[in-house]
Structures are given as C-alpha cells and as structure tokens.
C-alpha cells in the first residue's frame, strides 16, 4: 500500500487543519492506522490512531478533545481533523498503517511498515 499524506500549513495558534491521508493499493480495512508527528530533532511521536478500521480511537493525552481521527466509508482515506492548535503542535505529520499492528504496538512507529511521506503543521503564536 502507498500512503498520501496532504492538508498540512501554516495556521495561528487556536485555529484548525484537516490532514487526509490516502491509499493506494489497498485499503486501510483490518489494519491499525494511526498518524505520527516528528518536531525536528525529536523523535517520532503518536498522535491518534483507529484500531483495525472501526474501532475504537486512540489518542495521546495531549491532543484529546482537539484533535479526531477517521477514515472514510470506503477506508482509503484517513483523516486528522485539528481544533484549537498550539504552537507545541507544529511538527511533520505521518500517517501509517500496517495490518500485523497489535493493540499493545498501537503508539509504536516501529510497528508500521507503510507510511505516507509527511505533511507540515506550523502553529503560529
């Protein structure tokens, strides 16, 4: 599966932003999907992810209540929707997916074979 991540940019702090993220190849159906985020000299950090499409949603505690994860009914697109941004949110956005994902690897990218190729959120203050 090839992974197509867009809908990054520049917003002021408080405002929103839809990331998608679409496949190609195969769909996201029984398969972890989950967006990563990377500041630069950081490591690569778990945003939200969807446990085998139409689960539960899983997100770090730092984006709950601002941030939902979806994908849409054909599950070839993921999707980030952003509200109430920060300054500490700017960073790269990846989105991945990999089927073979346990729940327990859920926020581990090293559990992710397939991943889109980054998209950028800058938060202004």
């Known amino acids: 599966v090839q992974l197509q991540a867009s809908g990054g940019g520049l917003v002021q702090a408080g405002g929103s932003l839809r990331l998608s993220c679409a496949a190609s190849?195969?769909?996201?159906?029984?398969?972890?999907v989950a967006w990563f985020r990377q500041a630069p000299g950081m490591d690569r950090k778990f945003v939200a992810a969807i446990f085998r499409t139409g689960d539960k949603t899983y997100y770090t505690d730092s984006v709950k209540g601002r941030f939902t994860i979806s994908t849409d009914n054909a599950k070839s697109t993921l999707f980030l929707q952003m509200n109430s941004l920060r300054p500490e949110d700017s960073a790269v956005y990846y989105c991945?997916?990999?089927?073979?994902?346990?729940?327990?690897?859920?926020?581990?990218?090293?559990?992710?074979?397939?991943w889109g190729q980054g998209t950028l959120v800058t938060v202004s203050s």
């Open positions: 190849g195969r769909t996201f159906s029984r398969s972890a």
């Open positions: 991945a997916t990999d089927p073979s994902v346990i729940l327990s690897s859920l926020a581990s990218p090293t559990a992710y074979g397939y």
